[in-house]
RNA sequence: GGGUAGGUGGCCGAGUGGUUAAAGGCGACAGACUGUAAAUCUGUUCUCUCCGGAGUACGGCGGUUCGAAUCCGCCCCUGCCCA
C-alpha cells in the first residue's frame, strides 16, 4: 500500500529558520510581492495568516488550483494558518480577472451551496482537520452590511486610471466590450477581505495579481500591516488553453485516478514539461532526465503515475517527488518504461488506459439503466439508445456518428441508424475511442 | 437627456422580402494516420423523422405580406459621440 503520510508529521517543518523557510517556499512562486516583506513576517515567528479567496460560481477544484493549494500546504507545514475565503458574496459581482464578458451574478443562496464540497475537495491538499492550520470564512460575513461610506473609503484608493491599466479591462474598453461600473468593485471587496483575517499573505494566480496588490492598499487605509502578494503561476490545459470544464483539458482533483491518468497521458508535448513544473516536486534535472529517457510518451507516464497515484490518495502527500514516485513501486531508472508499478490504483488507472488504447473495452464504466417503457418488444432503437445513455446529444446525432463509424456496440462498429436493439442483457456502448457507457435492462 | 451604430447558430461574422436551417472562419465531434500526442487529410456540427418530410430559430412583443433574419411600430439591451 501506499505509503500516506500521517497527520502528525504535519509540522515537521515548523522548525525551519527564516531564510531556509523563504527558500523552500520560492520554489514554483512566480512572483512575491514584496519578497523583503515575507522575510520580515517569517522572522517575526509568529503565525502567519495565509489567505485564499474562492469564487463558489463553479464548483470543482482542479489541478491548476492545486498549485496554490500544494503551496499553501508549505506554509501549513512551516506552521501558518490557511484561511480559505469563500467569495460568497463577491461571487455576485463576478471576478472581471481575464475575463472579456461580463459575469452573470449569482444569488448568495447559489454560492452557499457550492462552498460545502469545495471544503471537501480541498481536505485532499489542506489539513482543513486543524483549527489551529485552517479556517474557513464567508466573506458575506463582513461585505453584506458594509455601509456606502465604507466602499467610497475604499474605492477612494484607486483611480479610473489605474484601473483601466489592467489588462483584461483595457482591452475591453478598447473594443467596446461592455464594462459595468459593479466590476471595479470586485477587487475592493476582495481586498477588503484582508481586513477582518488581518491577512499576512494572499495568494493567488498570476491573473490575481491586481488583485491581490489592492489588498495591500486596502489594509494600510484601515491601519493593517500591509499584506505579501504571494504569486503562483497558471496551469493551461492540457491542449494549451484555459482549463475548462466544457472541454477535456479539465482535471478535477476528485476525479477518478484512470480519469487523472487519461487526461495527463493526452497533455500535449509542448505543455508537459510544464506540468511536471507545477504539479510535481520533481527537480529541474530530474525532469530532464525523465523527459531525455523516456521520451514523450514515457515522460507522460511518468507523469501520470505519479499524480494520479498521488491525487488518489484521501491526503495527498505534500512532496510528489522521486521519492514518492518509487513508494508507488516503480523503478526510476526506467522513466515510465516498465509497468511493475505495486501501487494498485495505479496500476488500475494504467490497465485500463493500455486496455482502451488498445480497442479493449474496460470492466469499469459508467452504468445507466433503462427505463421498461423505453422499450417496444424488448428493443430501442439505436439512436435513442445512444442519447438516453447520454453518450450523444440527439437522435441525429448518434444517426451522423453511426453513419461516420463512430459508434460501438459491444465492441462492434455500427453501420446501420435505424438497427434495433435487444436489451435482453446489459450491452455495452462505445463513443469514439474512450467514452463507454454499460446500458441495463429495468 | 440628444445624436448615431448595432443586437444572427458555442464564439466571430456574412446576409436587407422567397432559391436561407442561414456563406465563411474558429471551436467542437467522428474517421484515417499516430504515441488514445501534435500536424495533416476526410466527414459532420438546431430538434424530430416511417428519410418523403415536419417543427423550431436570427434581442422581445405585435403588425404588414401569399411569404420576414430581412419592411413597419413599440419595448429591452449594448458601443460610440455630445450633454
Request: with cysteine; glycine share 8%.
Amino acid at each position: 500500500m501506499v505509503h500516506l503520510e500521517h497527520p502528525t508529521q504535519i509540522g515537521i517543518l515548523g522548525g525551519m529558520t527564516a531564510e531556509e523557510a523563504l527558500r523552500l517556499l520560492r520554489i514554483g512562486a512566480v512572483e512575491i510581492i514584496p519578497q523583503e516583506d515575507l522575510f520580515k513576517k517569517l522572522q517575526s515567528e509568529k503565525k502567519l495568516t495565509v489567505k485564499l479567496g474562492l469564487d463558489p460560481t463553479r464548483p470543482d477544484i482542479h489541478i491548476g488550483h492545486a498549485v496554490v493549494l500544494r503551496k499553501m500546504r508549505q506554509f501549513q507545514e512551516l506552521g501558518h494558518k490557511v484561511v480559505l475565503i469563500i467569495g460568497d458574496f463577491t461571487a455576485m459581482i463576478g471576478d472581471p480577472s481575464g475575463r472579456s464578458k461580463t459575469r452573470p451574478p449569482l444569488t448568495l443562496e447559489e454560492t452557499r451551496a457550492n462552498a460545502k464540497s469545495y471544503v471537501e475537495q480541498v481536505g485532499k491538499i489542506l489539513i482543513t482537520s486543524d483549527k489551529e492550520r485552517f479556517e474557513l470564512r464567508y466573506n458575506s460575513e463582513w461585505l453584506e452590511n458594509l455601509g456606502f461610506k465604507e466602499v467610497i473609503k475604499l474605492t477612494s484608493l484607486l483611480t479610473v486610471a489605474q484601473m483601466l491599466e489592467r489588462e483584461d479591462f483595457k482591452k475591453r474598453y478598447s473594443e467596446g466590450v461592455p464594462i459595468s461600473i459593479h466590476e471595479f468593485l470586485y477587487p475592493f471587496a476582495q481586498g477588503y477581505d484582508s481586513v477582518p483575517i488581518a491577512c499576512d499573505v494572499e495568494m493567488g494566480g498570476t491573473d490575481q495579481k491586481f488583485n491581490l496588490l489592492v489588498g495591500r492598499e486596502v489594509q494600510e487605509a484601515y491601519g493593517l500591516e500591509k499584506q505579501v502578494a504571494f504569486i503562483m503561476p497558471l496551469l493551461v490545459g492540457g491542449d494549451g488553453q484555459k482549463m475548462s470544464k466544457s472541454l477535456d483539458n479539465y482535471i478535477g482533483i476528485t476525479e477518478e485516478p484512470s480519469e487523472v491518468f487519461r487526461k495527463l497521458m493526452k497533455i500535449e508535448d509542448p505543455y508537459l514539461q510544464t506540468y511536471f513544473e507545477l504539479c510535481t516536486d520533481l527537480t529541474p534535472e530530474e525532469i530532464k532526465e525523465v523527459m531525455e529517457k523516456g521520451g514523450p510518451v514515457g515522460a507522460h507516464r511518468v507523469l501520470a503515475r505519479l499524480v494520479a497515484g498521488a491525487y488518489a490518495q484521501e491526503l495527498i502527500p505534500s512532496r510528489l517527488d522521486k521519492a514518492f514516485y518509487q513508494s508507488l513501486g516503480y523503478s526510476w531508472d526506467a522513466h515510465g518504461h516498465d509497468q511493475e508499478g505495486t501501487a494498485p490504483v495505479v496500476q488500475q488507472a494504467e490497465a485500463r488506459y493500455y486496455e482502451i488504447a488498445h480497442g479493449g473495452i474496460p470492466n469499469e464504466m459508467p452504468e445507466v439503466t433503462l427505463h421498461p417503457g423505453e422499450l417496444h418488444e424488448g428493443k430501442i432503437a439505436i439512436a435513442r439508445l445512444f442519447t438516453l445513455a447520454g453518450l450523444t446529444a440527439s437522435n441525429g446525432e448518434a444517426r451522423r456518428l453511426i453513419e461516420q463509424k463512430g459508434l460501438r456496440l459491444d465492441g462492434e462498429v455500427l453501420f446501420d441508424p435505424k438497427m434495433e436493439v435487444a436489451l435482453d442483457r446489459p450491452r455495452v456502448l462505445q463513443r469514439g475511442k474512450d467514452r463507454f457507457v454499460r446500458v441495463v435492462p429495468d
